[in-house]
């Protein structure tokens, strides 16, 4: 396939499509739609039936990338890269030092990526998450000198099994580093200090014509509780049954939905039914986006109630939050990670009411709070839709990541610069410490 414009980007997968990586397609469907040409290798089949939508408006080719069965395997796809790369002997040997620890599948798969870049015609690639597919990116940009960045979001960075010494390495080598935080652009600058001003902060965008905002209708009874997410431990959807419990025993009226399937499935299903929850809680499985805006859409509330689990791993930003606060119903979320970067309580414009991890009492508290006729709903809701519009237009972020990968002019991003470029947050330098309810707002 020869390159019909000079630019030709790369997107390297670990597994593509993916139901849970709903960001990773509107960013390129956002790309795509400013004229980059796209080419998805992706290293792993697919293993879930379901997919959203939205995939069939993807134009880029996949390309699934050989996974050898067996280590001799890898001999065939090494003699196709010496036919195909210009000096192909060499530059492996000068990189074959820092393979001896890896993988063999791997290197393998990063050789034929390096081959099928040449043919194709890549002039740049960028892989989501810095793990597998960052490595097998590395590697293919050592062997043909194109230049390669990563995404970088939570389980690749936090969890108890990130090889550090590898995670600061592929910074080192990386064009550029994107993350999806302030929180974690402070991290990932504090890990590889020397690499700093190659890390940028470029939120997850989303396409706000399918994220129609409705102002919030007034709270109904029962009151209506929706959670999205997978069911693992860092979700924190433990915490949501014990405060429904808690609200439910103290005479509130509640009906809580919450979307996603995962390993907690079961354990969930038995915390339900040993809290006496069978008539107000429903595990509803895994939802495609339209059916999550749905259910947005029927709620009063949206509650994001992160924990950070056992193993370390800790979400970024979760992708349906900032859907949530896109609709118009008004959300309570934990104050881990990038979430104070949006829920905020400053200057008079709350978006959203901060709670700290893993309290059930300020959970419940929250819950209280947001079901009162006095809260303001539709301040919070609009306020909230603002931030989302200024901030997470994905037209905006695919235009800063073109710039990046083509080593434009750019005001690198500042080690806890905010949505607005301040210090700390949309809407001041400061943050702004509020309170509902007796229970402590957490200052952003």
Same mark, same amino acid.
């Given at each position: 396939m020869k ?6 980007t790369a997107?390297?997968?670990?597994i593509?499509p993916?139901f849970?990586?709903t ?9 795509e739609?400013?004229g ?7 290293l792993?089949?697919?293993?879930? *039936?379901?997919?959203?939508p939205?995939?069939?408006r ?5 390309t699934y990338?050989?996974k ?8 065939a &796809? ?7 790369l ?15 620890n @890896? ?7 990063g !050789?034929?990526l ?7 015609g890549i002039t ?5 998450f810095?793990? $597998?597919?960052?490595?097998t ?9 194109i230049?390669?960045s ?6 690749d960075?936090f969890?108890?099994e990130v ?9 080192g080598?990386a064009h ?6 302030d929180?974690?652009?402070?991290y ?5 200090p020397?690499q ?17 905002y409705s102002?919030?209708s007034p ?7 929706v ?11 433990r915490?949501?049954l014990?405060?429904a419990?808690e609200l439910?025993?103290s005479g509130t ?7 996603g399937?995962?390993l ?7 915390? !339900?039914?040993?809290?006496g929850? /069978?008539d107000?809680?429903t595990l509803?499985g ?5 059916? $999550?805006?749905?259910?947005l859409?029927?709620?009063d509330?949206?509650?994001? *109630?992160?924990?950070?689990g ?6 970024g930003?979760?992708t349906?939050? &900032?859907?949530? @606060?896109a609709?118009?119903?008004p959300c309570?979320?934990?104050?881990i990670t990038?979430?104070?970067? $949006? @829920?905020?309580?400053?200057a008079?414009?709350?978006?959203g009411?901060? !709670? ?5 009492a300020e959970?419940?508290?929250?819950l ?8 303001d709903?539709?301040?919070t809701?609009?306020a909230?839709?603002?931030l989302?519009e200024?901030c997470?237009? /994905?037209?905006?972020?695919s ?7 083509s080593g434009?002019a ?14 700390a947050?949309?809407?001041?330098s400061?943050g @702004?410490?509020g ?10």
């Open positions: 390159p019909s414009s000079p630019s030709r997107y390297v997968l670990k593509y993916r849970s990586e960001f990773i397609v509107t960013e390129i469907l956002a790309r739609a400013a980059e040409e796209l080419e998805i290798f992706s792993r089949p697919p293993v879930d *039936p379901r997919f959203h939205e995939l069939a993807v134009q880029a080719p996949v990338v050989t050898p069965a067996k280590l001799s395997d890898g001999w &796809l090494m003699a196709a890269a010496h036919q195909e210009p000096g192909f002997g060499e530059r492996f040997a000068d990189i074959l030092p820092s393979l001896v @890896m993988d063999p599948i791997d290197v393998h798969q !050789i034929e390096a081959t099928l870049f040449h043919s194709r740049h690639a960028h892989a989501h810095g793990s $597998v597919a960052a490595r990116a590395r590697i293919a940009s050592a062997l043909t000198g230049p390669f990563f995404t970088a979001h939570a389980k960075i969890h108890e090889d550090q010494p590898t995670l600061i390495s592929l910074i080598h550029h580093v994107v993350t999806v935080s929180f974690n652009l402070g990932l600058r504090g890990l590889a020397d700093a001003p190659a890390i940028h902060r470029v939120y997850n965008g989303l396409e706000l014509d399918r994220f129609a102002p919030p709270p109904r009874n029962p009151f209506r509780i959670a999205v997410g997978r069911l693992v431990e860092k979700k924190g959807f915490l949501l014990d405060a419990a439910i025993g009226a509640l009906e809580v939905r919450i979307a399937g995962g907690l499935q079961e354990d969930l299903e038995q915390q !339900i039914h040993r809290l929850l /069978s107000a809680v509803l895994p939802r495609t986006q339209q059916e $999550v805006v749905d259910l859409r029927w709620a509330v949206f509650v994001a *109630p992160c924990v950070v056992e193993d370390g791993n800790m979400d930003l979760p349906v939050l &900032l859907e949530a @606060m609709t118009g119903v309570i979320a934990s104050d990038g979430i104070p970067e $949006v @829920m905020t309580d400053a008079g414009r709350r978006t009411v901060l !709670i700290r991890s893993g309290e059930t959970l419940a508290d929250a209280r709070f947001v079901a009162l006729d006095s809260f709903r539709e301040g809701a609009g909230a839709r603002a989302i200024r997470f237009d /994905s037209k905006v972020q235009n800063r990541l073109r710039e990046l990968a434009a750019v005001v690198p991003s500042g080690t806890a610069a905010g949505p607005s470029g301040t210090a947050g949309p809407f001041s400061a @702004m410490a309170s509902f309810g007796g229970v402590p707002v957490r200052a952003s």
